[in-house]
């Protein structure tokens, strides 16, 4: 029930299109949905967040659509451009009783082709 | 958001040997999280670390194995103990401002 589980484990697209990454959950305690980009060597790094509140958000070329009664959010990147190209992660979180907790999808390998 | 300064950035360990990794974050925040991710995998949190108390482990991972300290708001250590091969990953730190901002990592190699 902790799971969240992401798809498709690689992804390839031309430059300009549009990148979509899907993440599914079980867990309804889950309160605040981000995503993470990393590139090799480097830590992740958070790119937008959702709250289960919110449909919809949109920061720049990136949009997160949330889903809350099917459990399922996903990552849109518009115009998607060779350095796009990176290792990208759902996470969920939890919290209780002073804890909280990030459990991450298993992350997408995304590949942006000239 | 926070910075967090992570060392040392890399090393290869001996087998049986214990490595510290050191986590310094740009501002004060209760809670400090450490995470392991395994070549090619998603993260896994290994323990958070509040100051001034024991930190809090998940399941799989044991304080005798990965002894945290916290000793004030802005710095926690990771020791990864006794290392064998397995123990072969990247150990993240993160915490909680503005979002969970993630240090760069320490990728350890046991041979």
């Known amino acids: 029930q902790q799971q969240v589980k992401q798809s498709p484990q690689s992804l390839i697209v031309q430059k300009g299109g549009i990148s979509i990454i899907n993440c599914a959950y079980e867990?309804?305690?889950?309160?605040?949905f981000p995503w993470y980009q990393q590139f090799p060597g480097k830590g992740p790094a958070l790119l937008i967040a959702?709250?289960?509140?919110?449909s919809e958000k949109k920061e720049g070329r990136f949009t997160i659509s949330f889903n809350k009664s099917a459990k399922q959010f996903s990552l849109h990147i518009m115009d998607s451009q060779p350095g796009d190209s990176a290792t990208y992660f759902c996470?969920?979180?939890?919290?209780?009783?002073?804890?909280?907790?990030?459990?991450f999808g298993t992350g997408t390998r995304l590949t942006i082709i000239p | 958001s926070a910075v967090i300064s992570q060392k040392p950035s890399r090393d290869i360990c001996q087998r049986g040997t214990s490595l510290t990794i050191q986590c310094q974050v740009d501002?004060?925040?209760?809670?400090m999280f450490w995470y392991r991710q395994q070549p090619g995998q998603s993260l896994t949190l290994i323990a958070t670390?509040?100051?001034?108390?024991?930190?809090?482990?998940e399941s799989g991972f044991v304080i005798d194995k990965f002894p945290i300290s916290r000793p004030n708001l802005t710095f926690s250590t990771l020791t990864v103990s006794n290392m064998s091969p397995e123990d072969s990953s990247i150990y993240l730190c993160?915490?909680?401002?503005?979002?969970?901002?993630f240090g760069s990592g320490t990728r350890l190699t046991v041979v």
């Open positions: 670390a509040n100051q001034g108390s024991e930190a809090t482990y």
């Open positions: 867990n309804t305690a889950f309160d605040y």
């Open positions: 501002s004060q925040v209760t809670m």
């Open positions: 959702i709250r289960p509140d919110v």
């Open positions: 993160s915490v909680e401002e503005y979002g969970y901002t």
């Open positions: 996470a969920a979180r939890t919290q209780w009783e002073g804890n909280e907790k990030l459990t």
